[in-house]
C-alpha cells in the first residue's frame, strides 16, 4: 500500500556500499583509506552510480537541497561521516542494529578517499539549480465531479487509514488504521464490525468461502524489523494463528498458485527500508517455503499476469527504493524465476504505484505509473512528480506515451467509470502542493481517447490527506465507486486550516458515488 513507502527518496548513492563494496579494498594501499584517482566528480558519479541504479542528474534537485538534504546522507553511506556508529546507535530494537550493521548499511571505513568524496560534492552542488523548474505546461484542473456525489462517514474510521479495500464478495468495506484496528463498514459509512491486531494491517484479500487473508505490517514507521505476519480468518474469528512471521515491513500480499502444484502459494512484497526483498511463499504440505524473488528493499506492488502468454503466472513488480524499477520475473516452470527490468527511474523519483492495463485497446497490457513519494532528505515540490502511461510494443517493451504533472502523486485506480468504453484514471497524491487551488490531491482523469484526459477534482479535495484508494460497485447499482482513505501526517505551520480537518473524527474514509446508474 501507498503509506508504506514513506522512507524513501534517499540520495543517488543510497546503494554504494553494496554495488562498490569490492572497489575499497580493491584501490587503496591501506587498511582504510582507497587511493585518490584522477576522475572527475561527474566520472565518479556515473562510476559509483550507474552500475546498481540509473544516474541521477544534478538538476533533479536543487542546491540546497543537495548540500542540506542529501550529500550528508551520501556522506553516511560513503564512509565518509565518521558518525557510522552513531546512526546504528538510534536505532533501539537490537535485532534491526545487528541487521544492519552486518549489511554494512554505514560503513566505518571510507568507500573513496575523501578528495574524490569532495569532488562529487562539488559537481552535484556546482551543477544543480538554484531553484528547480515548474511544471511542465499541461491541461488545468477543473472543479466539480459531475459524475460523483460525495459521502464522508459518519465517524466511523479517522484519519490514520493504512489499508482500504472494497470488498465485492460481501458487499462491505475493509478499512485497517495505524491504531491497529480493521473495521467493516457497509456502503453507507456505518461500522458493522470491527477487529483488534498486532499491528496495522497492509493489505487484505477476501475469498469466495468467506475468509480472508490478512497482513500486517509489525512496526509502521520506516524499520528493518521483522516483525510483519500474514493470517487467514474468518470474518467471526477475532484471532487467528499466523501462517507466515518474521516479515520485514510487508506492504502486499497476492495469494496465488505460482509453481501450478494445486496449491495456493503467497507473494509478498517486503518493503523494509535499508534492507527487504521481494518473496514468493511455496505452499508446502505442512507449513511454507521462503523462496526470494529480488533480494532489493522497496518492493511496492506485484501484479500476478502471464506475460509472455506460456499459461504460467509471471510477476510483476515495482521496486522503488534507490533502485527503483520496474522488472519482470518470468516463471521458469521449476519454481526459479528469470529478471528482466522493464524501466528504470532515478532513485530520487519516488516511484509509488504502477498498474496494467490496455489503455490504447491494442491487444496488449500497456503501463500505468505514478511516482511522487517526498519524504524523508528531498521534501521540495518536484516537476517531474506525476502520472505516466507507457505503452507496451508488443514484446513487453515500453515507451512514455503520456504525462500528467501531479506533485505527490502516491496511486491510481483505473476503470472504465464512465462505461464509454475506454479506460478512465482517478489517482491521489499523499504529497501534493498544498498551498495550490484547487487541491490537486485527487484528479479524476476521464478518458477523451487517443491519450487525451480532461482532469477534474471536487471541491475542498484537501479534506483529507489521501494515501489509499479502492474502486468497486459499493452501492451495487451497476457503476463502480471510488473510495479514498487519509492519513494523517503534519506538514507545516502554513497549512494548519488543511491540518485541523484531516484531524476530526471520522474523516478517514471517504465515498465518491457514481451516478451514472442512478440519474
Keep these: 500500500m501507498p503509506c508504506l513507502r514513506l522512507a524513501v527518496v534517499f540520495s543517488a548513492f543510497v546503494f554504494f556500499v553494496s554495488c562498490r563494496s569490492s572497489t575499497s579494498t580493491e584501490t587503496t594501499n591501506s587498511p582504510t583509506l582507497p587511493v585518490a584517482t584522477q576522475l572527475t566528480g561527474k566520472q565518479l558519479s556515473q562510476s559509483y552510480c550507474s552500475s546498481c541504479h540509473q544516474f541521477p542528474e544534478p538538476a533533479l534537485l536543487d542546491k540546497t537541497t543537495w548540500q542540506k538534504g542529501v550529500l550528508p546522507q551520501m556522506a ?99 478499512v485497517g488504521d495505524g491504531r491497529n484496528n480493521v473495521y467493516a463498514l457497509d456502503h453507507k459509512l456505518n461500522r458493522i464490525d470491527s477487529l483488534q491486531l498486532d499491528s496495522p494491517a497492509t493489505d487484505l484479500v477476501p475469498k469466495p468461502n468467506g475468509r480472508f487473508d490478512l497482513l500486517m505490517v509489525g512496526v509502521l514507521n520506516p524499520n528493518d524489523r521483522k516483525a510483519g505476519t500474514w493470517t487467514q480468518r474468518t470474518r467471526q474469528e477475532k484471532t487467528a494463528p499466523a501462517l507466515l512471521t518474521g516479515l520485514q515491513r510487508p506492504v502486499q500480499a497476492v495469494p496465488i498458485d505460482l509453481n501450478r502444484d494445486g ?99 491494442d491487444g496488449d497490457p500497456d503501463l500505468v505509473y505514478a511516482n511522487g513519494d ?84 471536487f471541491p475542498n479535495a484537501e479534506r483529507g490527506r489521501w494515501l489509499t484508494l479502492d474502486a468497486g460497485d459499493v452501492d451495487q447499482d451497476g457503476d463502480d465507486d471510488i473510495l479514498l482513505g487519509s492519513f494523517f501526517r503534519p506538514t507545516g505551520p502554513e497549512h494548519v486550516d488543511v491540518m485541523s480537518s484531516w484531524r476530526k473524527p471520522g474523516t478517514g474514509v471517504l465515498l465518491l458515488k457514481n451516478t451514472l446508474k442512478t440519474k
Design 263 to 361: 496449491r495456493e502459494d503467497v507473494l509478498i512484497c517486503q518493503f523494509g527500508n535499508h534492507l527487504g526483498k521481494l518473496t514468493w511463499h511455496e505452499r508446502l504440505s505442512s507449513g511454507y517455503k521462503e523462496h526470494v524473488l529480488d533480494s532489493l528493499p522497496g518492493a511496492r506492488r506485484v501484479i500476478v499476469q502471464d506475460i509472455n502468454k506460456d499459461q504460467w503466472p509471471d510477476v510483476v513488480a515495482l521496486l522503488t527504493q534507490g533502485n527503483e524499477q520496474v522488472a519482470v520475473y518470468y516463471n521458469q516452470h521449476n519454481g526459479q524465476f528469470r529478471k528482466e527490468t522493464v524501466l528504470r527511474f532515478p532513485p530520487v523519483y519516488g516511484s509509488s504505484f504502477i498498474e496494467l492495463m490496455d489503455i490504447d485497446h
Design 76 to 174: 553516511l553511506r560513503m564512509g565518509q561521516s565518521g558518525n557510522a556508529m552513531a546512526e546504528y546507535m538510534r536505532i533501539s530494537n537490537m535485532d534491526e542494529m545487528t541487521q544492519l550493521m552486518e549489511a554494512k548499511v554505514f560503513p566505518e571505513a571510507p568507500m573513496l578517499h575523501p578528495t574524490d568524496w569532495q569532488k562529487i560534492v562539488d559537481y552535484y552542488t556546482s551543477e544543480a539549480p538554484t531553484k528547480l523548474p515548474p511544471q511542465s505546461p499541461h491541461t488545468s484542473v477543473t472543479v466539480g465531479l459531475p459524475l460523483f456525489r460525495i459521502q464522508q462517514s459518519n465517524h466511523a474510521v479517522d484519519a490514520f487509514v493504512t489499508m482500504l479495500r472494497y470488498d465485492s464478495l460481501a458487499h462491505r468495506i475493509w
Design 374 to 457: 517526498n519524504a524523508d532528505y528531498s521534501i521540495v515540490l518536484k516537476p517531474y512528480h506525476g502520472i505516466r502511461i507507457f505503452l507496451n510494443d508488443g514484446h513487453f517493451r515500453f515507451r512514455q506515451a503520456w504525462f500528467y504533472p501531479m506533485h505527490g502523486a502516491t496511486q491510481t485506480i483505473i476503470r472504465d467509470f464512465d462505461q464509454d468504453g475506454d479506460e478512465d484514471i482517478a489517482a491521489i497524491a499523499h504529497f501534493p502542493d498544498f498551498s495550490h487551488r484547487p487541491n490537486e490531491s485527487f484528479i479524476y482523469f476521464e478518458n477523451q481517447g487517443t491519450l487525451r484526459f480532461l482532469p477534474r477534482t
